[in-house]
């Protein structure tokens, strides 16, 4: 009997929360680009948006005007950016150089840094975007971004500890899928020496090793990956994120911190949103203190850049992480650290 063939439907239950999806389209509102939230305690996914969006009822209408008129717009608004679009880290990724220089690069939490106005480690010297800073430990570098401090442990990895970097980047889950189910994703792409081998013939220079240090270079990852990353800092463990209620977070990996790195590395999240970090305008002088996160401007193609921000909160025991993507812009902490954190105050009122 055909009937035979059918099975009833089961309730299907997801962790999305609807206020925190509602946010966070209308935080992103019309700009192109992606925000992912994760409850770092689980990994359940509390939203995964994608801007510019479209109308769903087109497709269960049958809507033959309505559906040419999504396909070719602007945009590509049927691509979902938070778990297929690539981009490169820029200085999100800092947070992993800072691990791969504690774990595998023989620093300790205690070291400084020069952060001068230009780097001399590799030809040619290299301008820090904002000018000489003084002596910084790895926590302080990443309270003000400093790209010196970041090229000095990449070369470092470079001359002492091949792969290294490529390694760690590994270990937080980049270069290959998160693992989520049902939905579809790019691996994305950690380069190395073998990478760049197999596709160009050239060997893998120090250059390229300080491009992957503030996350520039070959480096590509999805928004997804990039929130699945911080929540794998937040909790020590790679995990796959969860999007079906019924379902357990896989464990992939645990993170080689010890708990005086981590605290060091979370120090530094921290001071990012303090009176002195670089995401001072939209965390501390506008009020909000109990924040930790990282931002990241990194270059495309051209003159078009694209910017990103993780924020997490409460700092020491985040309840809530959201990592935000835009397309285009000129600073992460200034457009999309308000984006993030916004998102974060709704999700951590449910």
Same mark, same amino acid.
């Given at each position: 009997?055909?009937?035979?063939?059918?099975?009833? /439907?089961?309730?299907?239950?997801?962790?999305?929360? /609807?206020?925190?999806?509602?946010?966070?389209?209308?935080?992103?509102?019309?700009?192109?680009?992606?925000?992912?939230?994760?409850?770092?305690?689980?990994?359940?996914?509390?939203?995964?948006?994608?801007?510019?969006?479209?109308?769903?009822?087109?497709?269960?209408?049958?809507?033959?005007?309505?559906?040419?008129?999504?396909? *070719?717009?602007?945009?590509?608004?049927?691509?979902?950016?938070?778990?297929?679009?690539?981009?490169?880290?820029?200085?999100?990724?800092?947070?992993?150089?800072?691990?791969?220089?504690?774990?595998?690069?023989?620093?300790?939490?205690?070291?400084?840094?020069?952060?001068?106005?230009?780097?001399?480690?590799?030809?040619?010297?290299?301008?820090?975007?904002?000018?000489?800073?003084?002596?910084?430990?790895?926590?302080?570098?990443?309270?003000?971004?400093? !790209?010196?401090?970041?090229?000095?442990?990449?070369?470092?990895?470079?001359?002492?500890?091949?792969? /290294?970097?490529?390694?760690?980047?590994?270990?937080?889950?980049?270069?290959?899928?998160?693992?989520?189910?049902?939905?579809?994703?790019?691996?994305?792409?950690?380069?190395?020496?073998?990478?760049?081998?197999?596709?160009?013939?050239?060997?893998?220079?120090?250059?390229?090793?300080?491009?992957?240090?503030?996350?520039?270079?070959?480096?590509?990852?999805?928004?997804?990956?990039?929130? !699945?990353?911080?929540?794998?800092?937040?909790?020590?463990?790679?995990?796959? +994120?969860?999007?079906?209620?019924?379902?357990?977070?896989?464990?992939?990996?645990?993170?080689?911190?010890?708990?005086?790195?981590?605290?060091?590395?979370?120090?530094?999240?921290?001071?990012?949103?303090?009176?002195?970090?670089?995401?001072?305008?939209?965390?501390?002088?506008?009020?909000?203190?109990?924040?930790?996160?990282?931002?990241?401007?990194?270059?495309?193609?051209?003159?078009?850049?694209?910017?990103?921000?993780?924020?997490?909160?409460? /700092?020491?025991?985040?309840?809530?992480?959201?990592?935000?993507?835009?397309?285009?812009?000129?600073?992460?902490?200034?457009?999309?650290? +308000?984006?993030?954190?916004?998102?974060?105050?709704?999700? !951590? *009122?449910?």
């Amino acid at each position: 009997c055909i009937r035979d063939r059918y099975v009833a /439907a089961q309730e299907v239950r997801t962790t999305l929360d /609807a206020k925190v999806l509602q946010a966070a389209a209308a935080r992103l509102g019309s700009r192109a680009g992606a925000a992912v939230v994760i409850d770092p305690r689980t990994n359940a996914l509390l939203a995964l948006n994608s801007s510019p969006s479209f109308d769903p009822d087109a497709f269960e209408r049958n809507d033959v005007a309505g559906l040419a008129a999504i396909t *070719k717009a602007a945009g590509s608004p049927l691509a979902n950016r938070a778990t297929t679009g690539l981009y490169s880290a820029g200085s999100t990724f800092k947070l992993i150089t800072g691990s791969a220089g504690l774990v595998y690069g023989g620093y300790k939490i205690t070291d400084t840094f020069e952060c001068g106005s230009v780097w001399n480690g590799v030809d040619p010297p290299r301008k820090n975007w904002e000018g000489g800073q003084g002596q910084l430990t790895i926590a302080q570098g990443l309270m003000r971004s400093c !790209n010196p401090v970041f090229y000095q442990i990449g070369l470092t990895l470079y001359n002492n500890t091949e792969g /290294a970097l490529s390694k760690m980047a590994r270990e937080y889950g980049f270069g290959a899928a998160t693992g989520v189910v049902g939905l579809s994703e790019e691996d994305g792409q950690v380069p190395d020496a073998a990478q760049k081998r197999a596709k160009t013939g050239q060997p893998w220079y120090p250059g390229d090793e300080v491009n992957l240090a503030i996350g520039q270079g070959d480096l590509l990852l999805t928004p997804i990956q990039l929130a !699945n990353a911080y929540s794998a800092f937040v909790s020590g463990t790679l995990r796959s +994120p969860v999007v079906l209620a019924a379902e357990k977070p896989t464990v992939r990996g645990t993170l080689p911190l010890t708990p005086a790195q981590k605290a060091h590395l979370l120090l530094g999240l921290k001071l990012v949103t303090s009176a002195t970090g670089t995401a001072s305008a939209a965390f501390a002088l506008s009020g909000y203190t109990d924040f930790a996160g990282k931002s990241g401007t990194a270059e495309d193609f051209g003159a078009q850049q694209h910017v990103l921000f993780v924020a997490m909160a409460p /700092a020491n025991e985040p309840h809530a992480l959201a990592a935000v993507v835009l397309d285009e812009g000129q600073s992460g902490s200034i457009e999309a650290g +308000p984006i993030a954190r916004d998102i974060i105050l709704v999700a !951590n *009122k449910q």
